[in-house]
Nanobody, 120 residues
Framework: VQLQAFGGGLVQAGGSLRLSCVASGRTFSRYHMGWFRQAPGKEREFVATISRSTTNRYYADAVVGRFTISRDNAKNTVFLQMNSLKPEDTAVYYC??????????????WGRGTLVTVSS
């Protein structure tokens, strides 16, 4: 599967952005999907994951209540709705696909990142 993320940009603190990640191929529904981010000078970190059937969703503590992950299997797309953005959310955001155990998310594929910049 190949992934391409969209939707990053510059937003003021308190604002919202919606990221999209489109997957190629016909097997999107077989993958658990996730969003990760990497801030300048820091390691990549987990943001959110969603299972194949959308039954399970899991969020990093830093984004609980502000970010929502969703997917549309008919459109091979996973979304990340980000509300109440903070300057510390500034990072390059990556989507990822995993075919194994949802609770041991190991990416089989990564998309190119999309930059989110939150100004104070």
């Amino acid at each position: 599967v190949q992934l391409q993320a969209f939707g990053g940009g510059l937003v003021q603190a308190g604002g919202s952005l919606r990221l999209s990640c489109v997957a190629s191929g016909r097997t999107f529904s077989r993958y658990h999907m996730g969003w990760f981010r990497q801030a300048p000078g820091k390691e990549r970190e987990f943001v959110a994951t969603i299972s194949r059937s959308t039954t399970n969703r899991y969020y990093a503590d830093a984004v609980v209540g502000r970010f929502t992950i969703s997917r549309d299997n008919a459109k091979n797309t996973v979304f990340l709705q980000m509300n109440s953005l903070k300057p510390e959310d500034t990072a390059v955001y990556y989507c990822a696909a995993a075919s194994g155990n949802y609770y041991d998310f190991r990416a089989d594929a990564w998309g190119r990142g999309t930059l989110v910049t939150v100004s104070s």
